[in-house]
């Protein structure tokens, strides 16, 4: 990976050739790459109309002066876009238009958006190139690298496939107007990544949780940097999920689903992300010995910038957990997890559906008490 810094922004370039620009006001280069990775016939935009207006009009602005024709679609935000019709619209849309084959789609909004017009990208004409902005946190931090597109059929991401970006965005000004709730819940997958990676970006994030909260500009762009870095480290080792490398970002994802499944999905993926790692961590120390202050650790600056670290007091920690049985990391009667050894070495441990049940429900019981 090398990586420079250019008026404010990181430029980050992967061993895949996909290039990530990270910084405030990322944006206006779109048009930009697309000449310098393309060349592109023609760009196609599809925008989340929950993001910030004034800054799409910035990227087709962007677009234009590049010089490329561009074609926009927009679709609602949110959950309730990731389907198949969603993407039959797509389909139908671009051939009408006869959006040809070296077009550029350009992902604009957050993770749902992204999510289903990378797959009309990676299935368009058996495969377009495309392009991410992600407009929310998690979508910065998180959904932006790795190659993962889906929609739901049922449940979520049933139908998907692996399909990267050429170039990624992260334009941290898109950050002002999202829900505190909303904001708040992204920062639960930084937290997961620097658990992952180790104590110098734990210590970092510690020291730096007021700009944080306060979503200062510098912090954040350092932040989401951060966050990708360790991602596409730990994606480029197992690019298409293949070898499992992949599944230790699934760390606090267990115990996350579970609560996600509990609540009806009504509870926010980043809080239920916030509390698995506390379970987990806690589960950790019973299972591996995991220094208790390491757990600690991790659930104070989860506490410090407001997220949750304690199960809501109304669920069944069996009941919830239940949904574990279903979870895709369960091979035949045993499930792989990934737990922290320590802060900075995560190992993926085999155990027995029932011993994982019995040994989650523990920590969540002693992560309730703790948090009251
Ligand atoms: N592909 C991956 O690797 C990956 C990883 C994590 C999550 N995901 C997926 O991402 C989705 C969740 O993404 P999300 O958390 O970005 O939420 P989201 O895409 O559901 O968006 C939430 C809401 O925020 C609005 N919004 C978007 N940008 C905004 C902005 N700048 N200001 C104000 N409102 C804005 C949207 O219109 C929507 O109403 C899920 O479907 C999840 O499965 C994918």
């Known amino acids: 990976m090398s990586?420079?810094?250019?008026?404010g922004c990181w430029?980050?370039?992967d061993s895949h050739d996909v290039a990530i620009i990270v910084g405030p006001g990322a944006r206006r280069l779109i048009g930009r790459l697309a000449l310098e990775y393309g060349p592109y016939s023609t760009?196609?935009?599809v925008a989340d109309a929950g993001a910030p207006r004034a800054m799409l009009g910035d990227i087709l602005a962007g677009i234009r002066d590049a010089g490329i024709p561009v074609y926009f679609t927009e679709l609602p935000g949110g959950e309730k876009t990731k389907t198949l019709d969603t993407v039959v619209q797509l389909w139908s849309w671009m051939a009408k238009e006869n959006v040809p084959r070296d077009a550029l789609l350009v992902a604009y909004g957050g993770g749902a958006v992204s999510d289903t017009a990378g797959f009309v990208a990676a299935?368009?004409?058996?495969?377009i190139d495309w392009a991410t902005v992600p407009t929310t946190l998690l979508a910065m931090a998180d959904a932006a690298v790795?190659?993962?597109t889906a929609v739901n059929?049922?449940?979520?991401?049933?139908?998907?496939?692996f399909h990267h970006p050429r170039i990624v965005v992260a334009d941290i000004d898109h950050l002002g107007t999202l829900p505190h709730e909303e904001y708040v819940s992204g920062l639960a997958e930084i937290v997961k990544h620097a658990a992952i990676h180790g104590r110098d970006l734990l210590d970092w994030l510690r020291g730096n949780a007021?700009?944080?909260v306060k979503r200062n500009p510098e912090t954040l762009t350092r932040a989401v940097k951060y966050s990708l870095d360790v991602k596409m480290s730990i994606v480029s080792r197992d690019y298409r999920e293949k070898r499992g490398d992949r599944m230790i970002l699934n760390l606090g994802h267990t115990v996350a689903h579970a609560l996600e499944k509990a609540t009806g999905y009504t509870m926010r993926h980043g809080y239920a992300v916030a509390i698995g790692l506390v379970v987990e961590g806690i589960a950790a120390t019973m299972k591996l010995g995991a220094p208790?202050?390491?757990i600690e650790e991790i659930r104070s600056l989860l506490s410090s910038i407001g997220l949750p670290t304690a199960p809501p007091s109304g669920l069944d920690p069996m009941e919830t957990l239940e949904a574990i049985k279903l979870d895709k990391k369960r091979r035949g009667n045993r499930i792989v997890m990934p737990m922290l050894k320590e802060i900075g070495k995560p190992v993926l441990v085999s155990m027995g559906i029932e011993e994982a049940l019995d040994l989650l429900a523990e920590a969540w019981r002693l992560a309730a008490s703790s948090g009251q």
Do not use: F, H, P, S
């Open 3 to 7: 990586q420079e810094a250019d008026r």
């Open 11 to 13: 430029i980050i370039q």
């Open 43 to 45: 760009i196609v935009v």
């Open 123 to 127: 299935t368009y004409m058996r495969g």
């Open 146 to 148: 790795g190659g993962k």
């Open 153 to 161: 059929l049922g449940a979520k991401n049933i139908v998907g496939v």
């Open 210 to 212: 007021e700009g944080l």
């Open 292 to 294: 208790r202050e390491d």
